[in-house]
């Protein structure tokens, strides 16, 4: 079964950087693209970027836009987030999530999510 | 495009229907998905396309709608439908979801 997996979230001040990992298994990694969704403590859901099955595309959130990169290491079935100049305001559980299409050609819904990495920026 | 949803929070008897609605500020066609999100538990994928059941949901959760007015119906509620449902536009970017609806016990 589809397995998504993350680490790397933790406690940093403000304008401090963390990278975020997220191991996938049980499908094709190399074939979806994927996703960084978060969710601030008790609120709603927040897309954050999206990749590519290959990683040429990427798009990210004007919220986090210049700040943070997604990336992907198909050879390691890996997704990233490096996440740079941290704001109070980017406390949250980062989810990595895998698009609903299962194909090339993605869906831009959800369909698998990781349990989430803990995010928080305070000083 | 802003997604709104209502009401909030819907109080309903276990076994009564549920009827949740989401609204996009400009049309997304049928570019809507709907999720399902239970305490200490990740969303999960119920309805995309606005009416198209992912695979094992059951028959008893329905979507409907297109364009800007969009509906999630829940018949006969079960206790483990009690949860947070969201919905999401995946026409344009940014991606975009409604604050979501509490459905809790009555």
């Known amino acids: 079964q589809v397995q998504l997996e993350e680490s790397g979230g933790g406690v940093v001040q403000p304008g401090g950087s963390l990278r975020l990992s997220c191991a996938a298994s049980?499908?094709?990694?190399?074939?979806?693209?994927m996703y960084w969704v978060r969710q601030a403590p008790d609120k709603g859901l927040e897309w954050v970027a999206v990749?590519?099955?290959?990683?040429?595309?990427?798009y990210h959130a004007d919220s986090v836009k210049g700040r943070f990169t997604i990336s992907r290491d198909n050879a390691k079935n890996t997704l990233y987030l490096q996440m740079n100049s941290l704001r109070d305001d980017d406390t949250s559980v980062y989810h990595c999530?895998?698009?609903?299409?299962?194909?090339?050609?993605?869906?831009?819904?959800?369909?698998?999510w990781g349990q989430g990495t803990l995010v928080t920026v305070s000083s | 495009i802003v997604m709104t949803q209502s009401p909030g929070p819907l109080s309903v008897s276990p076994g009564e229907r549920a009827t949740l609605s989401c609204r996009a500020s400009?049309?997304?066609?049928?570019?809507l998905a709907w999720y399902q999100q239970k305490p200490g538990h990740t969303p999960k994928l119920l309805i995309y396309?606005?009416?198209t059941r992912a695979t094992g949901i059951p028959a008893r959760f329905s979507g409907s709608g297109s364009g800007t007015e969009f509906t999630l119906t829940i018949t006969s509620l079960q206790s483990e439908d009690f949860a947070v449902y969201y919905c999401?536009?995946?026409?344009?970017?940014?991606?975009?979801f409604g604050g979501g609806t509490k459905v809790e016990i009555k």
């Open positions: 999530v895998r698009d609903g299409s299962g194909g090339h050609t993605p869906s831009y819904y959800f369909d698998s």
């Open positions: 049980g499908f094709s990694f190399s074939d979806s693209a």
């Open positions: 990749i590519s099955y290959d990683g040429r595309n990427k």
């Open positions: 400009q049309s997304v066609s049928a570019n």
């Open positions: 396309g606005a009416s």
């Open positions: 999401q536009q995946y026409l344009k970017w940014p991606l975009t």
